[in-house]
């Protein structure tokens, strides 16, 4: 081989590894996210929510609509804490997720922030 051939084959290698690279870093990304919500959903502490806003992303998963689900959850000795947490739900359960319904939810504080999981829905 000369000179010219191996500095292709080397560029090639090093673009192939940085893709790879670059897709695993997006993929275990996505995965954080799913671990994030089944850990507050097994250890946070329940309680129920209002819905007060409802709104799609225009993003399908398997079939199904990926939202933004508006929560007020009423705290004893504090203002009602507010979020919007981004769900996939089932289609034909939509209505359930209307605003004004309650909602089961967990909550967990870590570090100085209090993070939401939405009960009953699947977790792709």
């Known amino acids: 081989m000369n000179s010219a051939e191996m500095n292709i084959i080397?560029?090639?290698v090093l673009i192939s590894l940085s893709?790879?690279?670059?897709?695993f870093m997006v993929i275990r990304?996505?995965?954080?996210?799913n671990r994030e919500v089944k850990h507050i959903l097994k250890h946070g502490v329940p309680a129920e929510a209002t819905i007060s806003s409802l709104r799609q992303t225009n993003i399908?998963?398997?079939?199904?609509p990926e939202v933004y689900i508006g929560?007020?959850?009423p705290r004893e000795h504090a203002e009602p804490y507010r979020?919007?947490?981004k769900a996939v739900i089932y289609i034909?359960?939509?209505p359930q997720y209307e605003p004004g319904r309650k909602v089961q939810v967990k909550m967990?504080?870590?570090d100085g922030k209090i993070k939401v999981a939405l009960e009953g829905v699947q977790v792709f």
Request: net charge negative; glycine share 4%.
């Open 10 to 12: 080397i560029v090639v």
């Open 19 to 23: 893709i790879c690279f670059l897709t």
């Open 29 to 33: 990304q996505s995965f954080q996210a």
């Open 60 to 64: 399908e998963i398997n079939g199904h």
């Open 71 to 73: 929560l007020t959850i």
């Open 83 to 85: 979020t919007i947490i």
């Open 92 to 94: 034909v359960n939509i």
């Open 108 to 110: 967990l504080e870590a």
